[in-house]
C-alpha cells in the first residue's frame, strides 16, 4: 500500500475520503439528532436526477446534482414545515422521480456509454482536483456555520419548540440542515455512491452517539470514526481489488457489530 501513495490518484482519494468523512460526521450527527435519515435517502436519489441534467447537458457532474439536491432539498422543508403527515408520500414520490429524470436523460444522451455502477456505489480513485476543492470548500462552510450558530442549530435539532420560543428562526435553520445534507450527500455519492450514502452518515453516528454527552463531542467522533473506516476500507479495496465504497461501508459495518457486541459484553 506504501508504494501506492505516489500515485496522485491515490493521494487524491485519501484527500477526499477524509475530508468526506469529517463532513459526512458533522452533517451525519444533524441527520440522525433530527430524524432525517428518510429524507436524506431521498435527497440522495434525487441527486441521480441532476447527474442525468448534467450529463445531458454537459456540465460538471458536481454542478448538476447540487442544483437538484439542494432544490430537492428547499421542497421538502417547504413541505414538511407544512404537512409533516405526507411527508413519507412526497419523499418517495421526489425519490423515484429523481432516479427516472436522471435515468432516461442519461438513456437520451448521444454517445454516453459510462459506467453507472460508479454513481451508485461510488468512484473514489476518480476524484479530480476540482472534485477536491469543491469537498474542501464544503467542509469550511459546514465549519464555519456549525461555529457560528452551534447553539442555535442545537436549539433546533432537540427541542424546536423551546427554540421558537427564544425567537430563534426555526424554519431557516431546518432549511439551512437539509441544505447542508444535501450537499454533503452529493460529496458522499462519490465515495460510497448513491445506494450507500446513508450507511456512511449514520453508521458512525450511531457508535459516536453512545460515547458522546454532548452534540460537538459527537460530531468530532464521528468525523474520527468515520475517517478510519474510510482509510481501512480504502486500504482493504486497494489489496483485494474490490469495490472501495462497498469495501468501506462493509468495514463500518463490521465495526458497529464489533462494537455492539463488546458493549454488549462489558454490560454484564
Known amino acids: 500500500m506504501l508504494e501506492a501513495l505516489s500515485y496522485p490518484f491515490i493521494q487524491?482519494?485519501?484527500?477526499?475520503?477524509?475530508?468526506?468523512?469529517m463532513a459526512s460526521g458533522i452533517i451525519g450527527s444533524l441527520i440522525v439528532v433530527n430524524r432525517m435519515v428518510f429524507l436524506a435517502g431521498g435527497i440522495a436519489h434525487t441527486a441521480y436526477g441532476g447527474i442525468g441534467v448534467a450529463v445531458f447537458l454537459g456540465l460538471p457532474i458536481f454542478l448538476g446534482a447540487s442544483i437538484f439536491a439542494v432544490g430537492s432539498a428547499l421542497i421538502i422543508a417547504m413541505i414538511?414545515?407544512?404537512?409533516?403527515?405526507?411527508?413519507?408520500?412526497?419523499?418517495g414520490l421526489m425519490w423515484a422521480v429523481g432516479m427516472a429524470v436522471g435515468v432516461v436523460l442519461i438513456d437520451l444522451t448521444p454517445g454516453y456509454n459510462a459506467n453507472f455502477m460508479s454513481y451508485l456505489f461510488g468512484s473514489i480513485l476518480a476524484v479530480s482536483q476540482e472534485d477536491l476543492w469543491f469537498m474542501g470548500s464544503l467542509l469550511a462552510l459546514i465549519i464555519?456555520?456549525?461555529?457560528?450558530?452551534?447553539?442555535?442549530?442545537?436549539?433546533?435539532s432537540y427541542d424546536s419548540e423551546y427554540a421558537n420560543l427564544?425567537?430563534?428562526?426555526?424554519?431557516?435553520?431546518?432549511?439551512?440542515?437539509?441544505?447542508?445534507s444535501a450537499l454533503t450527500v452529493v460529496v458522499a455519492i462519490k465515495v460510497v455512491g448513491l445506494i450507500l450514502v446513508i450507511a456512511l452518515l449514520t453508521i458512525p453516528v450511531y457508535i459516536a452517539e453512545k460515547l458522546?454527552?454532548?452534540l460537538y463531542m459527537m460530531m468530532i467522533l464521528s468525523g474520527i470514526f468515520s475517517s478510519v473506516f474510510t482509510l481501512l476500507g480504502l486500504y482493504v479495496s486497494y489489496e483485494y481489488d474490490i469495490a472501495s465504497g462497498a469495501s468501506i461501508i462493509l468495514i463500518s459495518a463490521f465495526s458497529l457489530f464489533l462494537f455492539l457486541?463488546?458493549?454488549r459484553l462489558l454490560a454484564r
Open 144 to 156: 464555519f456555520i456549525m461555529t457560528f450558530w452551534y447553539r442555535d442549530i442545537l436549539a433546533v
Open 80 to 91: 414538511t414545515l407544512k404537512h409533516r403527515e405526507r411527508m413519507d408520500t412526497f419523499i
Open 166 to 180: 427564544r425567537g430563534i428562526n426555526v424554519r431557516f435553520f431546518y432549511t439551512l440542515i437539509l441544505i447542508l
Open 212 to 214: 458522546s454527552t454532548t
Open 12 to 21: 487524491n482519494a485519501l484527500m477526499a475520503g477524509l475530508l468526506v468523512s
Open 261 to 263: 457486541g463488546v458493549n
